[in-house]
T-cell receptor, first 114, second 113 residues
């Protein structure tokens, strides 16, 4: 079975600073990878996804993520954080053998300091 | 507007009293799924459905039932709720392909006393 690890439970960055949220997965092959964001009181919204091709993928709100097969990682980055980016971020994997099963990491809460 | 609608948003009930949380989507999506979110545990999949009349267990199905009689609806049923089912529940839908992103409802906060 696949698993997802987000090592950082909580991250605080200053507005305007760069951001990197870590995601590591465990799966026998390359899964389909997603990053979602959850604002307070809301459901999750897709930021970006990866399933093949260019290992650097661009998403909404200025986010990007890089897939590194050798490290089983799919880290999320943003060059300059805005106060509105404060939220909880989830990495998710879907195995390439079962489109129905999705596994989420425990989430990383981002706080943005003014 | 394309959306996934869950009802109710908040529910407080007592142990053993059957309840249903409804989920409806207006995007003609094949796939629907239920998750529960608990602090420090992320989202855990309860049940999912690839199409009408097809449902499968997720990672934490115990104590829950689902049905998919129509494409747009996927209710979550707790026949005999217990306090350990106190949680935030999310319904999601997608087109069902392996790279299809999930569209989430706004959640249902359930408290079982």
């Amino acid at each position: 079975a696949q698993s997802v690890t987000q090592p950082d439970i909580h991250i605080t960055v200053s507005e305007g600073a760069s951001l990197e949220l870590r995601c590591n997965y465990s799966y026998g092959a390359t899964p389909y990878l997603f990053w979602y964001v959850q604002s307070p009181g809301q459901g999750l919204q897709l930021l970006l996804k990866y399933f093949s091709g260019d290992t650097l993928v661009q998403g909404i709100k200025g986010f990007e993520a890089e897939f590194k097969r050798s490290q089983s990682s799919f880290n999320l980055r943003k060059p300059s954080v805005h106060w509105s980016d404060a939220a909880e971020y989830f990495c998710a994997v879907v195995p390439n053998t079962n489109a129905g099963k999705s596994t989420f990491g425990d989430g990383t809460t981002l706080t943005v300091k003014p | 507007e394309a959306q996934v609608t869950q009802n109710p948003r908040y529910l407080i009930t007592v142990t053993g009293k059957k309840l249903t949380v409804t989920c409806s989507q207006n995007m003609n999506h094949e796939y629907m799924s239920w998750y529960r979110q608990d602090p420090g545990l992320g989202l855990r999949q309860i049940y999912y459905s690839m199409n009408v009349e097809v449902t499968d267990k997720g990672d934490v199905p115990e104590g829950y039932k689902v049905s998919r009689k129509e494409k747009r609806n996927f209710p979550l049923i707790l026949e005999s709720p217990s306090p350990n089912q106190t949680s935030l529940y999310f319904c999601a839908s997608s087109r069902g392909q392996i790279n299809s992103p999930l569209h989430f409802g706004n959640g249902t906060r359930l408290t079982v006393t």
